[in-house]
């Protein structure tokens, strides 16, 4: 056991470990340039693996160079992981710098006390403390992320920072009921120092699988979101729409409403104030539907000035009253041009499921019926689809090709 558990060997192989993490991270980073926080991983690993070497051949170089060089370079590491980290969750401060490298500076303080820096055993709580505070400052950055960014590793990288600060508490304790002699001019062995240096060496192992991972959950997210996502209004495209309706209507749900929007004349806004208009116009309409939009519903761009709302937890009832506000939001918002204010209306169709059925084609057909009527009666207005029984009278207009109803929403 006890050349299983050799301290110096198992220093010096995770200095190789750390030195391959390093390697890894570096080489990631020439693909991903924009990814600054790689970079900053790969030479944190790299300062990493310097120290380990150091602190491995501690007795046979200067105890200058395998203590206090050792812990400043692993300590330096440490603000570097916690910067990248910083730069990947895109939280920039001022004196980021100056806090990465607090820690190095502090335990260069801290070693020109002679006489504090005697004591081996206090030389181990200091670093563990600064261990500890980097540690935390990056758990804390990360579970506040979490909801902004939900990617995977984020928990797992959360997880595993947990665990080494429970090895560094673990340690720090030990050390408290059985100390190291003070005098100790080499490298301090025992089992659970050596144990502690193989929880490290793993977990240097499975953070750096964790960063790449995160790394590469976020460009696959770009890369679905870009996919499903209108470019220019920022809303969902219809290809999302639709397979967030249907799966949502796979269930054979008997409650839910789709709202269907069409801005007013935007072809005469195009051809008299400009394409570039007529762009700002859908970006500040896609605006107020975005912020209308309550929760679990799903609001897209389907078409040139077409867009979306499907409201899962909708009836008639409630769609026309949100369908009521937007409009009413849309005509009283001026969109400023060169020359003048420009105002832009909007008509609105409102379909029920429990009108139609759970069909996406029919609730479309339905939900369009209705904003045909809106269009027909003047524009800027609401329609709710009702059905209509073939050769019946009712109150409301008939399309009597169909059997199909709408509406006047006042």
């Not at 050349?3 to 990631?28: D, K, N, W």
């Not at 991983?41 to 060089?69: D, E, H, K, N, Q």
């Not at 939280?91 to 990465?100: Q, S």
Request: proline fraction near 3%.
């Amino acid at each position: 056991m006890s050349t299983l558990l050799h301290v110096p060997s198992l220093l010096i192989a995770a200095a190789v470990t750390g030195a391959c993490v390093s390697a890894s991270h570096l080489l990631t980073w020439r693909a991903v340039r924009n990814e600054v926080s790689v970079l900053l991983w790969g030479i944190a690993y790299g300062l990493t693996t310097l120290s380990m070497v150091m602190a491995g051949l501690r007795g046979a170089i200067p105890a200058f160079l395998s203590v206090v060089v050792s812990n400043t370079f692993l300590l330096l590491a440490l603000g570097l992981v916690w910067l990248g980290y910083r730069r990947f969750l895109g939280k920039v401060g001022r004196h980021d710098l100056l806090l990465a490298a607090l820690g190095g500076l502090a335990w260069l303080a801290f070693a020109c006390d002679r006489q504090l820096f005697a004591d081996i055993n206090l030389r181990v709580h200091v670093v563990s403390a600064i261990q500890f505070i980097y540690l935390l400052m990056v758990a804390s950055d990360l579970v506040a992320h979490q909801r902004k960014e939900p990617l995977p590793a984020l928990s797992l990288t959360t997880a595993a920072i947990v665990v080494q600060q429970a090895l560094l508490l673990a340690r720090v304790i030990y050390l408290l009921i059985s100390p190291l002699n003070s005098s100790t001019a080499v490298l301090p062995t025992g089992t659970p120092i050596a144990l502690t240096l193989i929880g490290s060496t793993g977990f240097i192992v499975f953070f750096g699988v964790l960063q790449l991972a995160l790394v590469g959950q976020r460009s696959e997210r770009r890369y679905r979101m870009a996919a499903e996502t209108d470019g220019l209004t920022g809303l969902a495209n219809r290809r999302r729409f639709l397979d967030d309706v249907l799966s949502h209507l796979a269930g054979a749900p008997n409650r839910g409403a789709l709202i269907l929007f069409d801005l007013d004349h935007f072809k005469r806004i195009n051809d008299t104030h400009g394409h570039l208009t007529g762009d700002r116009a859908l970006v500040e309409f896609a605006g107020i539907l975005a912020n209308a939009t309550p929760d679990r519903a799903v609001a897209a761009r389907i078409g040139g000035e077409e867009f979306a709302l499907f409201l899962p937890d909708g009836d008639a009832t409630t769609a026309t009253v949100l369908a009521e506000h937007i409009r009413q939001l849309t005509r009283a918002f001026a969109l400023k041009t060169v020359k003048d204010q420009l105002r832009i209306t909007v008509s609105v169709g409102v379909a029920d499921i429990a009108e139609v059925g759970p069909d996406y084609e029919a609730l479309h057909s339905a939900a369009d019926v209705a904003l045909y009527k809106a269009k027909s009666d003047g524009r800027d207005r609401v329609a709710v689809y009702r059905w209509c029984p073939p050769r019946r009278q009712i109150a409301v207009a008939c399309d009597d090709r169909v059997g199909k109803a709408v509406s006047a929403a006042v």
